[in-house]
C-alpha cells in the first residue's frame, strides 16, 4: 500500500521554482554560451547582454540544482548540461523544453479552466509556431527511434505488405516498421509542413524507396490506397472521443479484410490514476489543446469494436492496443 506523503515533499511537489530557473535559462541559451569556456556571470552577462545580479542569482541556482559547476566565480557546464543543453550537440533536447516553456502561460490558468471548463488555447503550438513544432519533433524522433523497434516487433507485421502510418510525424515507427519487416512497403500520412522533415529522415535512412508520404487532414481527406495494416501513435490524446471513434472507423473501412490497427497512446487505466505521470500529462493535455484528453485503454478498445474491429486486445497495459478486421464471409 503506497504511503502517504510528508509535509516536506507536499511543499517539495508544490515548488515550481527549479522547473521555470532551468526552462529560463534554456530560452536564454546559457548552456550552449558556456560550453567549452567556464565564465563569471559578470562575463556571461556581457556575452549575452543580461543583468549581473539577477543572472548570478540565477546560476547560483542552477548549481545547487546540479545542472552547472562553479569554481571560484567561474560557472561551468555539469555533462548532463553539456550533453542535452548545448544547442550544437546531437543529443540536445533543449526545443523540448522550450515547448514546455511555451506552455507557461497556459498552466497559469489552470484554476480558470477548471472553474469554466473551457481550454485556454484554440490551437496548438504545434499550429501557432510550426519552427518550434519541428524542432520539437526532431527531439521527439530521437527519443522515439530507441522505443520503435520494439513497438514494431509488438505489432507483428509478417503477413502484411503495406502500412499506414496515421499522423506519423518523423516517421519514426513507419522507419522501424520497415527495418523490422524487409518486405514491408509504408505510407506516412500527415500535415504537409510536417512532412518536409519526414521525406528529409526516410532519405537519410535510405528507405525512400520503400515509405511514401501522403500529405493531408486525416480528419477530411482519404487516404490514397487500401492497406493491410494501420497505425495510430500518439495522436488520440490530441482529439476529442467523438473526433477519435470517428478516425478509427475511417481507418477500419481503409484496411483490407483482416488487417490490423494498432493504436499506441498514453492511457490511463480505469481508475484514472494510474500511470502517474500519464494523469499529469491528462492535465496539460487539458490546458493545451482545444479538445484533446487521455483516454482510457478500455474507451479506445471500445471504439475499436464499434467500428468492426474484432479480436480486440491489450499488447501493453496502458500503451498498446490493436484489433483487426474481420474478412469477408467469417
Known amino acids: 500500500m503506497p504511503r ?8 517539495q511537489v508544490g515548488y515550481y521554482w527549479e522547473t521555470k530557473i532551468l526552462l529560463t535559462a534554456v530560452k536564454l541559451d546559457l548552456f550552449s554560451a558556456l560550453t567549452g569556456n567556464p565564465r563569471s556571470s559578470t562575463q556571461l552577462a ?22 552547472l559547476k562553479k ?18 550537440q546531437k543529443e540536445y533536447v533543449g526545443h523540448l523544453l522550450l515547448l514546455h516553456d511555451a ?23 504545434f499550429e501557432t509556431n510550426p519552427e518550434l513544432g519541428t524542432n520539437v519533433l526532431s527531439v521527439l524522433h530521437r527519443i522515439g527511434k530507441e522505443s520503435g523497434p520494439n513497438l514494431a516487433k509488438r505489432m507483428d507485421l509478417n503477413k502484411a505488405k503495406t502500412l499506414l502510418d496515421v499522423g506519423g510525424g518523423a516517421g519514426t515507427n513507419a522507419i522501424a516498421c520497415c527495418q523490422e519487416y524487409p518486405e514491408l512497403m509504408a505510407t506516412v500520412f500527415d500535415l504537409s509542413q510536417t512532412l518536409v522533415m519526414t521525406k528529409k529522415v526516410i532519405q537519410q535512412v535510405g528507405l525512400e524507396d520503400r515509405i511514401q508520404t501522403q500529405a493531408g487532414n486525416f480528419h477530411h481527406d482519404a487516404f490514397d490506397k487500401t492497406y493491410d495494416a494501420a497505425l495510430m501513435s500518439d495522436i488520440l490524446h490530441y ?49 493545451n489543446t482545444e479538445q484533446g484528453q487521455c483516454f482510457t485503454s478500455q474507451t479506445a478498445m471500445t471504439w475499436m469494436s464499434d467500428a468492426g474491429f474484432h479480436d480486440v486486445r491489450e499488447l501493453e497495459p496502458c500503451a498498446v492496443i490493436q484489433g483487426t478486421k474481420k474478412k469477408e464471409g467469417v
Open 71 to 88: 569554481e571560484s566565480d567561474t560557472f561551468a557546464n555539469t555533462e548532463v548540461a553539456q550533453r542535452y543543453l548545448d544547442k550544437s
Open 239 to 287: 482529439q476529442s472521443g467523438e473526433t477519435n471513434a470517428a478516425l478509427v472507423a475511417k481507418i477500419h473501412e481503409s484496411l483490407s479484410d483482416g488487417g490490423k490497427l494498432v493504436i499506441k497512446d498514453r492511457f490511463l487505466d480505469p481508475s484514472g490514476t494510474s500511470p502517474a505521470w500519464t494523469t499529469a500529462f491528462a492535465v496539460h493535455i487539458m490546458i
Open 103 to 125: 506552455e507557461w502561460e497556459n498552466w497559469g490558468k489552470l484554476e480558470d479552466t477548471i472553474r469554466t471548463g473551457e481550454s485556454p488555447v484554440s490551437q496548438h503550438v
Open 46 to 67: 556581457q556575452q549575452l547582454s543580461l543583468t549581473v545580479r539577477p543572472l548570478t542569482l540565477l546560476l547560483n541556482a542552477l548549481v545547487a540544482m546540479r545542472v
Open 4 to 11: 502517504e506523503l510528508s509535509l516536506a515533499e507536499i511543499f
